[in-house]
Every structure is written in C-alpha cells, then in structure tokens.
T-cell receptor, first 111, second 112 residues
C-alpha cells in the first residue's frame, strides 16, 4: 500500500513564526503536491514538484515556499505565518499523470 | 483552464436509499476524472477514476460513476447507502501531468 505520511496531525503556531510541514512518501513517486483545504473551497494547489529540486507554483503560492531535496520528502514552508493561513494542509504523491495518494492532513492553527 | 463544479454543497439521504452526487467539469481535452472521499479528520481516498474506455466505471465501496462527454458530467452513484458513507465527496479533473483541479465538495449526511 502507498503510504504518505505527514509529520504532524495538529499544529498551533504564533503569527510571524516560520513553520515547516513535512511530507514523506514511500512509493518512489515522481510527483508530490501540497494543497490547502478550506470549507466551501475544496482543495487548492499551493505548490507541486515533478522531481527532486524542482518546484512549480500552484494556484495559491503566495506566502508559501517548498523544498524537495530528496525524492521521498516534500516540505511546505510558511516563512512568516499569518492567521489567514490557518487551514488543513494535505500532501499527495503520484506517478506521472496518475492517481494521487493523500496523507492524513495537518490541521494548522495560527494564533 | 480546467474547473470543476459540484452543485450540491450538502445532501441528506436515508440509510438504504440511493445516492447521486453531481459533478460538472470544464476542460479542453479529454479529461481524467476522479472521485475522492474524505471521512472526518482523514485524508482523501480514491473511490474511482475515468481515464478512457467504458464510460460507466465501478469503484470501491459499491460506488459507480458515469462519464457523459456531451453534458461534461461525471456523476457519482450508489444504489443503497450505508451509515458509513457519511463523508465529504470531491470530484476532480486531471491533466496529463497529473495536476488535479478539485470541486468544492459535497457533504453527505446519512439518517437512520
């Protein structure tokens, strides 16, 4: 079974803090994705990566950055957390053009 | 640009009754279409997918969906729902690179 693991289920941070959300997949997938999920808006793509050290902006990249130093790990970084970044964050991985497999999500609260 | 519309934000259905969730998409080429389900506090699980071929696709948990190109639709159905089907359901359209565009989701409540 594909396993996508997000390091934290719940996270509480203060405004202005630098926040790291970590995601690891164990299926040697090329592609990895970060989404945020908000009620009534579905999932919106923040960033994605097609290969190590490669990254592409999604639909809502502002306020976020990413890092992919190893194939299995894709990190989402909030350089200076703000209250409007309080949300559920979901990581996914896939082979090229194929099904995405999701982690359980990280619910981030920024106070 | 691709987009997905799920017209129903919330559906309430009795246990044992049939369920149909609507999904309309906009995409210039032949779409890759997906339905995912999310139980409370969980990530998304794939129910079924359409890439090509037979327009009626079967998925897990007794779900099926029908691709209708003329209507740009990919509606999800289940003949008889169980209380465990209470969840949020997302339709998505994908491109050949594997990027997905999701709908806003439909919350399904199952009553006894």
């Amino acid at each position: 079974d594909v396993k996508v693991t997000q390091s934290s289920r719940y996270l509480v941070k203060r405004t202005g803090e630098k926040v790291f959300l970590e995601c690891v997949q164990d299926m040697d997938h090329e592609n990895m994705f970060w989404y945020r999920q908000d009620p009534g808006l579905g999932l919106r793509l923040i960033y994605f990566s097609y290969d190590v050290k490669m990254k592409e902006k999604g639909d809502i990249p502002e306020g976020y950055s990413v890092s992919r130093e190893k194939k299995e790990r894709f990190s989402l970084i909030l350089e200076s957390a703000s209250t409007n970044q309080t949300s559920m964050y979901l990581c996914a991985s896939s082979e090229q053009g194929n099904i995405q497999y999701f982690g359980a999500g990280t619910r981030l609260s920024v106070l | 640009a691709q987009s997905v519309t799920q017209p129903d934000i919330h559906i309430t259905v009795s246990e044992g009754a049939s369920l149909e969730l609507r999904c309309n998409y906009s995409y210039g080429a032949t779409p890759y279409l997906f339905w995912y389900v999310q139980s409370p506090g969980q990530g998304l699980q794939l129910l079924l997918k359409y890439f090509s071929g037979d327009t009626l696709v079967q998925g897990i948990k007794g779900f099926e969906a029908e691709f209708k190109r003329s209507q740009s639709s990919f509606n999800l159905r289940k003949p008889s729902v169980h209380w465990s089907d209470a969840a949020e359901y997302f339709c998505a359209v994908g491109d050949s690179w594997g990027k997905l565009q999701f709908g806003a989701g439909t919350q399904v409540v199952v009553t006894p």
